[in-house]
């Protein structure tokens, strides 16, 4: 088994499109690693490179302590499985699933026993004999899976192989794709645009942004404190509050409060006293409440009309009016209060993040 490290890759395609921009990066042996980002921000064009299916303009892939920079992809000891899995229709389960052994020139017996071996391993036991238009989604997401598989690959590279399920499945499939890989322990790229899943599967996620990564760190630190206001604005399945701001003393103000900012806000990061700053709030660390806390430092809240209220299942998000600026809180399930009424958003201790107004990059 072998990790994957990228050196200063650019990829650009005919017409002037740079779809990777120097972009270095260490994929460590047996990780769950998760590209994310929008459309068009170079993941599949950086998964395609390491598979060997694009050539880099510049820099180089290494898996393992190989460069493979040069070698065609049927070399790379890599499997990639696709978002329309790619699976040949004239074939059955079985030799769809062997496919990888047959191109390798594998005895047919052998071939035969790894399919059974890894059918049974992923629930296709039963379909061996099936070809992919009688299989539902569901079992072709999983023959490609098991192809995968089949061919003992150093590294897996999956680009959005969940996104053609239903809601349902898609959750099923995600849990079973971390437990395959946790038994396998084989180094995973995976590419996703949906934060979710990117949240829920990976060790680690590299955020891309035109071609570059604009933050790498597991999804913990991702979701907590997001690097930049890209990151701030792309992760979180409600979008962050980002506020304009200013720096007072070892403090911010923002929206009518003066809240705690982080350690040594003044001075230390280069930021005088005054200096306009964007205030970053997660709805989720805002909680909303009907009357002020007793003992809260009174300046230290938000309060307003409530505007709007969602369900989001067990919390709902309330969107309160704060004198002309929208900011979002929660709630526990059953305790939203009407529209129209007064509350207070009180920032939970050391959620408050500070951006710089300039370039948007986290200070602190
Ligand atoms: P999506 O989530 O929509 O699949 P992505 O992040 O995977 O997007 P890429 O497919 O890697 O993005 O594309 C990155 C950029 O490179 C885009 O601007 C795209 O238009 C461009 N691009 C990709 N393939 C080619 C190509 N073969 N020729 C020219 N430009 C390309």
Redesign the pocket.
């Known amino acids: 088994m072998s990790g994957v490290t990228l050196d200063r890759l650019t990829k650009e395609?005919?017409?002037g499109?740079r779809?990777l921009d120097g972009l270095s990066l260490s994929i460590m042996d047996g990780e769950f690693f998760a590209l994310l980002?929008p459309?068009?921000?170079?993941?599949?064009?950086?998964l395609r490179t390491i598979a060997g299916l694009e050539s880099p303009t510049s820099g180089a892939v290494h898996i393992g302590s190989r460069d493979v920079t040069r070698l065609a992809p049927g070399v790379r000891d890599v499997a990639m499985v696709f978002q329309d899995y790619a699976l040949f229709p004239h074939m059955t389960v079985q030799d769809n699933i062997a496919y990888p052994l047959r191109i390798r020139r594998q005895p047919r017996a052998d071939r035969t026993q790894r399919a059974a071996e890894v059918a049974a391993q992923l629930g296709l036991a039963g379909l061996l004999p099936r070809r992919p238009a009688e299989l539902s989604g569901g079992q072709q997401q999983r023959t490609a899976l098991a192809r995968a598989v089949a061919g003992r690959p150093s590294v897996f590279l999956f680009d959005e192989p969940l996104s053609n399920l239903d809601a349902r499945l898609r959750l099923d499939a995600r849990t079973f794709i971390k437990r395959l890989q946790r038994q396998l322990a084989v180094t995973t790229v995976f590419?996703t645009?949906d934060q979710a899943e990117a949240l829920a599967l990976a060790d680690r996620i590299a955020v891309?942004d035109a071609g570059r990564i604009s933050q790498l760190g597991t999804a913990r630190e991702v979701f907590r404190r997001p690097a930049n206001t890209f990151v701030a604005n792309f992760i979180g399945s409600t979008p962050m509050n980002l506020l304009p701001g200013e720096v007072r003393g070892d403090r911010v103000a923002v929206a009518g409060a003066v809240l705690p900012g982080p350690v040594g806000l003044a001075g230390q990061h280069g930021l005088d006293d005054g200096a306009p700053v964007m205030v970053g709030i997660r709805p989720e660390y805002l909680p909303v409440s009907a009357g002020r806390a007793t003992g809260t430092d009174s300046g230290a809240s938000f309060t307003g009309e409530v505007s709007i209220v969602e369900n989001l299942g067990t919390s709902s998000l309330v969107t309160v009016d704060v004198g002309g600026e929208l900011i979002s809180g929660t709630v526990p399930e059953g305790e939203e209060p009407e529209p129209g009424t007064r509350v207070w958003l009180s920032p939970a201790p050391g959620r408050v993040l500070v951006y710089r107004t300039e370039d948007g990059t986290l200070v602190g």
């Open positions: 395609f005919p017409g499109v779809a980002g459309s068009g921000c170079g993941k599949t064009t950086l590419v645009h891309m």
